[in-house]
């Protein structure tokens, strides 16, 4: 099948079958994942090997367009409403996750640790899929807003991928390489500061440039979308000598355009949320794409039983970073349940080991992709059901409305900023 009859399948059955998931208050990721699996190679084989050849980097593109949009609508001034908390929820849980891989992956999945380190690094990520979309919600209509949960956890999720993106790089470096290398204790923190400082610094000039040059907002998105991937290379090129990280560089970028300028940062946020509705497809559609299902039938029952005993660890690691906030305990409850859904990393990561060629690489991807079918559904089940009842609303007469707007443009321009 050529490049285009098979992406045209891949859209309208994700299309569809989201939809379908939507309509019975799933979330749609799912179907598209289902949707993978059913055309993927072990099943259908109705994805053209050009399409899968390219996966990983459309995977890439989809965590680099949520990313961004996180930042676009992060708020530091909110955030230091909750600085220890915010600060810890952006590396204890996940830390205390991977510990958990670790350990259960040694005793019951019968892995190596390094292997079972590097199973824990894919799996402790929360998914910006499912978590920024419902914080944003919570933000319009100001429910937590008082005590700035929703960025305390938009923020604190977006850094705990980030922690473990660079942590599963450099675990899988060491495996591949065959020795343990004591430089990963300072290269996350380096790559992480150097990250912020890049993103910050050529935010601060896209906010100069556009504020002195008009241009539509379409323009402003290719603008953005080309320093991100700019920021990819840089990794890639500067990697083995200086740690540097690309997903906080993206995310530290959207947050200096939301610091300098709000307005803009509001206007390219709702056209980073159209391009997510394409990105979406291609990444949970990819990674279904992967999954051996006979493989995945003989030993989800031991894998199931790791992730559920893991996904309670991580909720107390939650727990120690907001003992002793402000936060109350029905705040606290519900900072716990919203740290639980997986998707996005998984889908982004899941598949990497295998291609690694790791002899752990098909359990990895097994349970990355188990992770996102239990825990996105149970996760977005969890934020729906339980935010009213557990966060306050805001105080003021009215809910927050959405950031200013500018009147509508002529056609064929975008307002001036």
């Known amino acids: 099948m050529d490049f285009l009859t098979s992406l045209a399948i891949i859209c309208l059955s994700a299309l569809l079958l989201g939809s379908i998931c939507s309509k019975i208050k799933l979330p749609p990721l799912l179907g598209m994942l289902i949707v993978g699996i059913i055309m993927g190679p072990y099943l259908?084989?109705?994805?053209?090997?050009?399409?899968?050849?390219?996966?990983?980097?459309?995977?890439?593109?989809?965590?680099?367009?949520?990313?961004?949009?996180?930042?676009?609508?992060?708020?530091?001034?909110?955030?230091?409403?909750?600085?220890?908390?915010?600060?810890?929820?952006?590396?204890?849980?996940?830390?205390?996750?991977?510990?958990?891989?670790?350990?259960?992956?040694?005793?019951?999945?019968?892995?190596?640790?390094?292997?079972?380190?590097?199973?824990?690094?894919?799996?402790?990520?929360?998914?910006?899929?499912?978590?920024?979309?419902?914080?944003?919600?919570?933000?319009?209509?100001?429910?937590?807003?008082?005590?700035?949960?929703?960025?305390m956890i938009m923020t604190g999720a977006s850094a705990d991928d980030v922690f473990v993106i660079v942590l599963f790089t450099s675990l899988t470096a060491m495996a591949t390489g065959g020795t343990f290398s004591w430089n990963i204790v300072w290269q996350v923190p380096v790559s992480i500061l150097l990250g912020i400082a890049a993103g910050c610094l050529v935010g601060f000039l896209f906010v100069w440039f556009v504020k002195k040059i008009h241009m539509r907002d379409s323009v402003k998105v290719i603008l953005i979308l080309s320093i991100a991937f700019l920021f990819v290379a840089l990794e890639k090129a500067i990697g083995d000598?200086?740690?540097?990280?690309?997903?906080?560089?993206?995310?530290?970028?959207?947050?200096?355009?939301?610091?300098?300028?709000?307005?803009?940062?509001?206007?390219?946020?709702?056209?980073?949320?159209?391009?997510?509705?394409?990105?979406?497809?291609?990444?949970?559609?990819?990674?279904?794409?992967?999954?051996?299902?006979?493989?995945?039938?003989?030993?989800?029952?031991?894998?199931?039983?790791?992730?559920?005993?893991?996904?309670?660890?991580?909720?107390?690691?939650?727990?120690?970073?907001?003992?002793?906030?402000?936060?109350?305990?029905?705040?606290?409850?519900?900072?716990?349940?919203?740290?639980?859904?997986?998707?996005?990393v998984q889908a982004a990561i899941g598949a990497l080991p295998l291609a690694m060629g790791l002899s752990s690489g098909q359990i990895i991807l097994t349970a990355a992709v188990l992770a996102i079918l239990i825990t996105a559904p149970l996760g977005a089940f969890a934020i729906?059901?339980?935010?009213?009842?557990?966060?306050?609303?805001?105080?003021?007469?009215?809910?927050?409305?959405?950031?200013?707007?500018?009147p509508p443009p002529a056609e064929g321009t975008d307002p001036p900023l």
């Open 44 to 151: 259908l084989d109705l994805i053209a090997p050009s399409i899968l050849n390219i996966s990983a980097d459309l995977r890439k593109l989809a965590l680099i367009i949520i990313l961004t949009r996180a930042g676009l609508n992060l708020n530091l001034k909110d955030l230091k409403k909750n600085g220890r908390s915010a600060v810890l929820l952006c590396f204890l849980p996940a830390s205390a996750e991977i510990l958990a891989y670790t350990l259960f992956g040694f005793l019951f999945l019968k892995l190596a640790v390094p292997d079972a380190a590097i199973l824990g690094c894919v799996m402790a990520a929360v998914s910006p899929a499912v978590v920024v979309p419902r914080m944003l919600r919570l933000k319009e209509t100001g429910y937590g807003t008082d005590k700035g949960i929703p960025d």
């Open 241 to 344: 000598y200086v740690p540097f990280s690309d997903l906080i560089a993206v995310i530290s970028f959207g947050a200096m355009i939301f610091a300098r300028h709000e307005i803009c940062a509001a206007r390219l946020s709702q056209k980073f949320s159209k391009l997510w509705v394409f990105a979406e497809i291609l990444l949970f559609v990819l990674v279904g794409a992967e999954v051996d299902l006979r493989y995945a039938a003989q030993s989800s029952g031991p894998i199931v039983c790791v992730i559920f005993l893991a996904l309670i660890v991580r909720m107390f690691g939650v727990y120690l970073c907001v003992i002793g906030s402000r936060l109350n305990a029905k705040e606290r409850l519900f900072c716990m349940l919203a740290y639980s859904p997986k998707a996005t």
């Open 384 to 406: 729906d059901l339980s935010y009213k009842k557990l966060l306050a609303r805001r105080t003021d007469d009215a809910p927050p409305s959405p950031p200013p707007q500018l």
